[in-house]
């Protein structure tokens, strides 16, 4: 599946019914993850890929309307968020 298949078919898994969405960069079982509102979407990924691509998926999510939450885990553990997007008023 192309590049541009795939990140449609992530984008579509990860709407749901709520007006926000939650994706989630981080290690698990050695590999850097992408989830989407607690699923896994994409593993075995570098951490710089698995950012970008959380990024891509929240830029579409904001541009759909929706409130994102983004978490990023750092290579120590901590984690960094980021809340944006929702309707306009």
């Known amino acids: 599946m192309g ?6 078919r992530w984008s579509f898994r990860c ?10 960069v981080t290690l698990k079982d050695g590999d850097w993850t992408v989830f989407c509102n607690g699923e896994p979407l ?5 951490r710089s890929a698995a ?3 959380a990024k891509d998926l929240a830029f579409e ?9 983004l978490l990023i885990q750092g290579y ?14």
Not at 15 to 24: K, T
Request: hydrophobic fraction near 30%; glycine fraction near 12%; aromatic fraction near 6%.
């Open 76 to 89: 120590y553990g901590e984690m960094s968020r980021r809340l944006s997007g929702g309707p306009e008023e």
């Open 42 to 46: 994409e593993h075995g990924m570098s």
């Open 15 to 24: 709407e749901g019914l709520s007006r926000m969405v939650q994706y989630a």
């Open 61 to 69: 999510a904001e541009e759909r309307g929706d409130t994102v939450e």
């Open 51 to 53: 950012i970008q691509m």
């Open 3 to 8: 590049t541009n298949q795939s990140f449609i």
